[in-house]
Structures are given as structure tokens and as C-alpha cells.
């Protein structure tokens, strides 16, 4: 394996105190998460996962997390965050095709791993390794990283291969994901990159699943138009640039065709 640029993984500690807390991120790397005394949630991909004194957390690149997590019992919890730039993490994974028959690390709905010790060796390693200014550093740190990986593979695959995405949670995925920005122009590759799957992989999965895209993103807008309609006072015009429609005509028409009702009409007949 070709050695990394000293920027290919970084290794960072984090301690939580009892007033501070882990709250909702972004990746845009890849990353490996040890976090020790610990309770909270973390939630990927639609799946929520419950966090409760020490485990082992992956999270894919550009991976909305939504989370909290807090110290456990008064104590002080604990967190090193390994992050991997994406060519390099999936040079680690090409390099353990050989071991291993599992190829879809980055596609599986459980994100977080509750253990005792198994992974703490290679952990405490990177840390240390972190620490130093040797030449070979970047090869040893992927060395420690890629056998991480592998026990991860290793004790879990059976486990991670029958948990992978189901086509609900794909489209809970995509209703959660455009309603938290619907003004938004959304496109399908916009929401496979997030699933971190290709466009023609989630074209498919909705296809199967009888989902047409663009009457799906039109569904969810006229829901939150509905809401808008029955929950608040905004005149028509302000409930179609809330709910993400720039042409008034267009979303009287749209919402006509979907609720037999003109939005006025809907509106009246259910504060009447």
C-alpha cells in the first residue's frame, strides 16, 4: 500500500465535561469514533442507535448526524476521533478485499458498536503514533487503522450484511432530508451522495418500491403546505415560498389536483 500524505488520517482527542455535549454535525470525511462513559443517540441514514457507556461509531463521508451525547454518571466522557480522507479510506478498504468478502462498508444502516476491549490496542496506538514526528508515521497509523477496520468486519459482518438500507427507510430518508431545506432545488444525486450510493442505485431502489422522485418531492411540499394552510396564518403566496414553490399558479394548481380543494378552499373548510 502506498504510503499516505501526513493529512490522510488525523487523530483527535475530545473530553466531555458534565455542562458540554456532542451535538448535530456534518462529515465530510470518513470517520472512526472510540467514545468511552457515555449515553446519548446517534442517528444516520434513518437509523437511530442508542449510545450507552463505550462503543465504536462509523460514520461514511458527507453524513448528516444528528445526535446527542452527554457524559454518563457524572463522569468525564471520552472521545478520539480518527478521520479519513475518502481516497485514502477506501485504499484501506481495497486492501482488506482479500480477507474479507464484505465490499459495502460504507452502505450499512448500523453505525454504532457497542464493545468491551476489543478495539482499545489499536486505539491507544493511534494516539500515541499521532504524537510523533517519524517518517513512516503515516504508514504505521494506517497499518493501526486497517486492522481496526478488519476486527470491525470481522465481528460484525454477519450482523451488518443482513441490516443494510430497506427501501422505507430510503424514502424517510430522502421526506426527512428535503423538508429540513425545501426551498432547495433537489435532485436525485444529490440525495444518493448523501446515502452514499450512486443515482441509478437509488433510481432503482424507487423504482422498485413503485416511488416516482419527482411526485415524491412534490408530495412532501404540499404536506408542508397543508400544514402551513390548517396551523398558521401566511397568506397563499407565503405558504407556496414556504413550502418551496416559486410560481403561485403552479402550486394552486398542484395543490388543486391533490386535495380536490383550491388552497383558499382548503383553508376554510378547516377553520370553518
Known sequence: MKEASKSSIQVKHHS??????LNNF???DYK??????????????GVINEINGKGLIYIPCHTSVACSVKPLNNKQAELDVVSFKKEHFLQ?????????????FSNVSQMYFQY???FDDEFDSLIAVNQLLDSHKSTVMTSLSQ??????????????????????RVVDFIVDKVCQDLSRKWKLADLACSLNMSSSKLQRKLK????????????????????????????ITQVANHSGFDNLAYFSNLFKKHYQLTPSQFRRSVKA
Open 16 to 21: 466531555l465535561c458534565d455542562n458540554s455535549s
Open 26 to 28: 456534518y462529515s465530510i
Open 32 to 45: 472512526l469514533i472510540r467514545i468511552k462513559n457515555a449515553v446519548g443517540f446517534v442517528s444516520m441514514k
Open 92 to 104: 484501506i478498504i481495497e486492501g482488506l478485499k482479500p480477507f474479507t468478502v464484505y465490499e459495502q
Open 116 to 118: 468491551s476491549d476489543e
Open 147 to 168: 486492522s481496526i477496520i478488519y476486527k470491525l468486519i470481522s465481528i460484525y459482518a454477519p450482523q451488518l450484511l443482513t441490516q443494510t438500507l430497506s427501501d422505507k
Open 208 to 235: 422498485e418500491d413503485n416511488v416516482d422522485f419527482s411526485k415524491l418531492l412534490n408530495d412532501v411540499k404540499l404536506k408542508k403546505a397543508r400544514d402551513y394552510l390548517t396551523y398558521s396564518d401566511l397568506s
